[in-house]
Structure formats: structure tokens, C-alpha cells
């Protein structure tokens, strides 16, 4: 069993930053790729980005790219989303989420934990 939880959301102006934490806790040893998701009200929960177990391969949505960087730190069992010139449209419930594979994938389905999410709102 793995436990991760979120941190970092809040209200931000366009152009601002957040920066998402998500700790993990639990059988962590065996803790495999990791991943951000987002969901705004009445849409379809969407991939952010994604990292290996090892940290040594990231991918990021297109939507977010040059934007957001996905990091982990595996002596802290934490995930990070560094989010920086934020627009209205990435406001969402931002969820972590961990799967047993090394690597990532961008589709929810196969992430078998998850945290509670944090709300990011940015302003404009």
C-alpha cells in the first residue's frame, strides 16, 4: 500500500508560480514511476507529466511544456510539479499518482494510487 498526499495548491495570479509536492508513504521501496494529473470541473481528468523511478525520464504534456517540470526526490519519497507562468486555464484539482512500473504513462487508468489533490487556481 502507498499514501501520498498533496501539497502546495493555492490561488495565484497568471504569470505566478506554485510549486505541487506529493508525499509518499508506505511500501515505498517499491515505489515506480510517478505522475501529475489535473481535472477541472465537468472535464476529463488529464495527464501533466510523468517520471521514472529513477528520475532519469520525464515527460510532460504538450499543454505544459516549457511551463511545468516534473522531479523527484527518492531519499524524501516525494514527487514535485514546479509550475511557473500559470494561466486561468491550468486551474484544476492537481492529483499525484504512483504505479508499480519503472516508467510512466499517460493514461490515469493505470495508476493504482493516488493522492487526495490540492486545488491550484490562477487568476487573470
Known amino acids: 500500500q502507498v499514501h501520498l498526499v498533496e501539497s502546495g495548491g493555492g490561488l495565484v495570479q497568471a504569470g505566478g508560480s506554485l510549486r505541487l509536492s506529493c508525499a509518499a508513504s508506505g511500501r515505498t521501496f517499491s515505489s515506480g514511476a510517478m505522475g501529475w494529473f489535473r481535472q477541472a470541473p465537468g472535464k476529463e481528468r488529464e495527464f501533466v507529466a510523468g517520471i521514472s523511478r529513477s528520475g532519469g525520464s520525464t515527460s510532460h504534456a504538450d499543454s505544459v511544456k516549457g511551463r511545468f517540470t516534473i522531479s523527484r526526490d527518492n531519499t524524501k519519497n516525494t514527487v514535485y510539479l514546479q509550475m511557473n507562468s500559470l494561466k486561468p486555464e491550468d486551474t484544476a484539482v492537481y492529483y499525484c499518482?504512483?504505479?508499480?512500473?519503472?516508467?510512466?504513462?499517460?493514461?490515469?487508468?493505470?495508476?493504482?494510487?493516488w493522492g487526495q489533490g490540492t486545488q491550484v487556481t490562477v487568476s487573470s
Open positions: 499518482a504512483a504505479r508499480s512500473s519503472a516508467f510512466p504513462g499517460t493514461d490515469y487508468r493505470d495508476y493504482a494510487y
